[in-house]
Each structure stands twice: as structure tokens, then as C-alpha cells.
């Protein structure tokens, strides 16, 4: 098939990714696929790094226009199948298009909050040609606020379980680099620091494992608007010689494999949760809120656990009960590994799409 995908953000966060993987994963499947993105994005670093074609669009204030004229110039030159995109900005772009390119379009919803137009609800669920959710709690949470999601499919994110992987060399050398001994044990939290990703909860919950388990260490990797919040309450802490801010690091691979424990505290109820994922594809158990649709991320009780957000006693049990347990530890990060790769990889995701796109 013939696949145009389009994301025009500068952002790297876990949408604009989700992109990137789907288009990675189609053309490792042998789909011409072309992509447009912004210039110097981590979107179009990513497509390039993985070898896939890529338009990029120069930011600046008549970014819109260039997006529009390279989506119309891309289109009449390739001649797709299918336009396909995760960013509002292209939605209505798309629908035109079909008209006259013959293309048809598959339109993927990330976001928790719903449009309130009544314009804007007719074209996510009634004129995309495959309108398409992340997960099942998404689904329902539309439903339940009144969105017509009858012709809804489900497509969870791809992960690249071949970058994201179980490498001793690699926890050798990040956790060499971090100041961690192979006898201490590394919990982790990856992604934006900010009250609603549960960092505080977090936080309050690290006072209890750091205290009641000898050698066990906090690591902190990414940024956000409440990073100088979360960095005061560890400087005032008596156990602030236990925690490692990183700040954001470039490649997120190189991190899990250091990890022994992935916490993703999450209050927000984010449709989906990529790190979770990904941790678990190195072999990392997870502690993981029941906030949005990471429970559908990994198997409670066999790859990682879950505690209600908001929950700082029950979330330091947690954490604390795998800390001791080195077994169980050992146990579900085998499982994670397996599971992981059979339900989020690439090729499982990729056959699914074109299933979807086909039927």
C-alpha cells in the first residue's frame, strides 16, 4: 500500500512518537510510505534515523501554509492510498483531499478531552474513512461523554521492541555513568515532570522503599513545568543524596535497561502509556497507576502492578514488595519481555493496521 503519514508538531512526546512508530513499522513491512514532518522535529529524527522517507516542513509563522502546500504537493506526487495522521491540524486537510485524490483517510484520536463542536464530532467519527482510538478506556470514556465511537477501531501504539530491548552492556554503562552499583536496586520514573503525571505521588511514596530498603535508589529522568518544584522537595529531604535528577535524556533505550523497577504514577487519565511498554520490552516489571488506559498496558500480577492514582501508601508497598523480592522481580520482567513484544511490537501492530485499513 501506498501510505502518506503527517504530523506537524515539534514536540516529542508520546502522540507525535506514535506516528513516527506506526510509519516505521509499515515500511519495515515493505509499504511505500512517506511521511511529512517538521523540520529538525523529534518526529523527523526519528523517521530518519529509521531510514524512512520524509518532507520536512521549516517552522516559523507560515508553517501552516507550508504544511498545507506540501501535503497537496506529496499527495499529487506519490498518489496514496491512504493519508493518515494523529494531528487535528491535518483533519479537515485530509477530508478535501479524498475528494479529489481519491485517497482515503484514517484519522487517530490521542487526546482524553473530546472536541465540543458539533462540526468537529461528525468529522473524527462519521467522514474519516477509519476513525481510530488507542484504547479500550478511550473508547468508553468518549462514549460516556455522549461521541459517536460505533465505527471507532482500537490500534494500540506500536513499540519498537528491537531498539527497545534487554542489553547488560547497556545497563553496565548507564548505571556506571548514573553512579549505580549492580547491587543496588534502581527505581525509575521517565517522562514529564508535572503534578498530573503523579511525580509528587510519587515522591511521597519513595520516602517509605528508600527508607525500609538498604541500597534501593530513585531516578528521575525528564523535565517539565514542575521539575524545580520536584528538585526542592528532594534537596529538603533527608534522603536527597538517594535521588538522581537526569533531566530529559535523548534516548530513552539506553534508560529502561538500567532500571530494575518502572513506576508511571499517572493521576491524568492518559489514553495510553508508552513507558510502561517499553520497559517492560527490557525486561523491567512496572508499577503503574489505574489512571486512563494503562492497565490495558501491561498483565497485573504478571508483567507489573497497579495502585489507585493518588495512592503514595499503596504505590511504596508496591514499589517496596518488588524491591525485596528479586525473584518475582526476575519472574515478571521475563513475562513483560514476551508480552510486550507479542502484543505492542512492530510487526503485531503493522499486520493489525493493515488489517484494519483493508477489511
Same mark, same amino acid.
Given at each position: 500500500?501506498?501510505?502518506?503519514?503527517?504530523?506537524?508538531?515539534?514536540?516529542?512526546?508520546?502522540?507525535?512518537?506514535?506516528?513516527?512508530?506506526?510509519?516505521?513499522?509499515?515500511?519495515?513491512?515493505?509499504?511505500?510510505?512517506?511521511?511529512? #514532518? =517538521? *523540520?529538525? $522535529?523529534?518526529?523527523?529524527?526519528?523517521?530518519?534515523?529509521?531510514? &524512512?522517507?520524509? /518532507?520536512?516542513?521549516?517552522? +516559523?509563522?507560515?508553517?501552516?501554509?507550508?504544511?498545507?502546500?506540501?501535503?497537496?504537493?506529496?499527495?499529487?506526487?506519490?498518489?496514496?492510498?491512504?493519508?493518515?495522521?494523529?494531528?487535528?491540524?491535518?483533519?479537515?486537510?485530509?477530508?478535501?483531499?479524498?475528494?479529489?485524490?481519491?485517497?482515503?483517510?484514517?484519522?487517530?484520536?490521542?487526546?482524553?478531552?473530546?472536541?465540543?463542536?458539533?462540526?468537529?464530532?461528525?468529522?473524527?467519527?462519521?467522514?474519516?474513512?477509519?476513525?481510530?482510538?488507542?484504547?479500550?478506556?478511550?473508547?468508553?470514556?468518549?462514549?460516556?461523554?455522549?461521541?459517536?465511537?460505533?465505527?471507532?477501531?482500537?490500534?494500540?501504539?506500536?513499540?519498537?521492541?528491537?531498539?527497545?530491548?534487554?542489553?547488560?552492556?547497556?545497563? #553496565? =554503562? *548507564?548505571? $556506571?555513568?548514573?553512579?549505580?552499583?549492580?547491587?543496588?536496586?534502581? &527505581?525509575?520514573? /521517565?517522562?514529564?515532570?508535572? +503534578?498530573?503525571?503523579?511525580?509528587?505521588?510519587?515522591?511521597?511514596?519513595?520516602?517509605?522503599?528508600?527508607?525500609?530498603?538498604?541500597?534501593?535508589?530513585?531516578?528521575?529522568?525528564?523535565?517539565?513545568?514542575?521539575?524545580?518544584?520536584?528538585?526542592?522537595?528532594?534537596?529538603?529531604?533527608?534522603?536527597?543524596?538517594?535521588?538522581?535528577?537526569?533531566?530529559?535524556?535523548?534516548?530513552?533505550?539506553?534508560?529502561?535497561?538500567?532500571?530494575?523497577?518502572?513506576?508511571?504514577?499517572?493521576?491524568?487519565?492518559?489514553?495510553?502509556?508508552?513507558?510502561?511498554?517499553?520497559?517492560?520490552?527490557?525486561?523491567?516489571?512496572?508499577?503503574?497507576?489505574?489512571?486512563?488506559?494503562?492497565?490495558?498496558?501491561?498483565?497485573?500480577?504478571?508483567?507489573?502492578?497497579?495502585?489507585?492514582?493518588?495512592?503514595?501508601?499503596?504505590?511504596?508497598?508496591?514499589?517496596?514488595?518488588?524491591?525485596?523480592?528479586?525473584?518475582?522481580?526476575?519472574?515478571?520482567?521475563?513475562?513483560?519481555?514476551?508480552?510486550?513484544?507479542?502484543?505492542?511490537?512492530?510487526?503485531?501492530?503493522?499486520?493489525?493496521?493493515?488489517?484494519?485499513?483493508?477489511?
Amino acid at each position: 500500500m501506498r501510505l502518506l503519514f503527517a504530523e506537524s508538531s515539534t514536540r516529542g512526546y508520546g502522540t507525535e512518537q506514535h506516528i513516527a512508530a506506526l510509519a516505521t513499522a509499515m515500511a519495515r513491512r515493505g509499504h511505500d510510505v512517506r511521511c511529512l #514532518a =517538521s *523540520t529538525s $522535529s523529534p518526529v523527523e529524527s526519528l523517521l530518519r534515523g529509521a531510514g &524512512v522517507p520524509t /518532507v520536512s516542513v521549516r517552522a +516559523g509563522h507560515t508553517r501552516a501554509l507550508r504544511m498545507a502546500a506540501s501535503l497537496l504537493l506529496t499527495t499529487w506526487r506519490q498518489r496514496p492510498e491512504w493519508l493518515i495522521s494523529n494531528d487535528p491540524r491535518f483533519y479537515q486537510m485530509f477530508i478535501v483531499l479524498r475528494s479529489f485524490s481519491g485517497a482515503r483517510t484514517a484519522i487517530f484520536r490521542h487526546w482524553h478531552d473530546v472536541p465540543c463542536t458539533r462540526r468537529s464530532r461528525k468529522l473524527l467519527a462519521r467522514q474519516a474513512d477509519r476513525f481510530i482510538l488507542v484504547s479500550e478506556f478511550q473508547r468508553e470514556d468518549y462514549r460516556r461523554q455522549g461521541m459517536e465511537v460505533e465505527r471507532a477501531s482500537i490500534l494500540y501504539n506500536p513499540i519498537d521492541t528491537e531498539r527497545f530491548r534487554r542489553s547488560p552492556e547497556t545497563r #553496565a =554503562s *548507564t548505571r $556506571s555513568r548514573f553512579g549505580i552499583q549492580e547491587s543496588e536496586t534502581l &527505581v525509575g520514573y /521517565v517522562g514529564r515532570i508535572l +503534578g498530573e503525571k503523579g511525580v509528587f505521588t510519587l515522591f511521597e511514596a519513595s520516602a517509605r522503599f528508600l527508607a525500609e530498603a538498604p541500597g534501593a535508589r530513585m531516578l528521575w529522568v525528564g523535565d517539565g513545568e514542575c521539575t524545580m518544584e520536584l528538585r526542592s522537595r528532594i534537596h529538603a529531604s533527608a534522603q536527597r543524596a538517594l535521588h538522581i535528577l537526569s533531566g530529559w535524556e535523548p534516548d530513552m533505550s539506553a534508560i529502561y535497561p538500567a532500571l530494575d523497577i518502572l513506576v508511571v504514577p499517572s493521576l491524568y487519565p492518559d489514553p495510553f502509556g508508552r513507558v510502561s511498554v517499553e520497559a517492560q520490552a527490557t525486561g523491567v516489571p512496572v508499577v503503574c497507576s489505574t489512571a486512563g488506559g494503562l492497565p490495558e498496558t501491561l498483565l497485573p500480577g504478571v508483567t507489573g502492578l497497579l495502585v489507585p492514582p493518588t495512592d503514595s501508601v499503596g504505590l511504596g508497598n508496591a514499589v517496596l514488595g518488588l524491591i525485596r523480592d528479586r525473584a518475582l522481580r526476575r519472574d515478571m520482567g521475563n513475562a513483560a519481555t514476551s508480552w510486550a513484544r507479542s502484543r505492542f511490537g512492530f510487526d503485531t501492530i503493522a499486520r493489525d493496521f493493515e488489517t484494519l485499513l483493508e477489511r
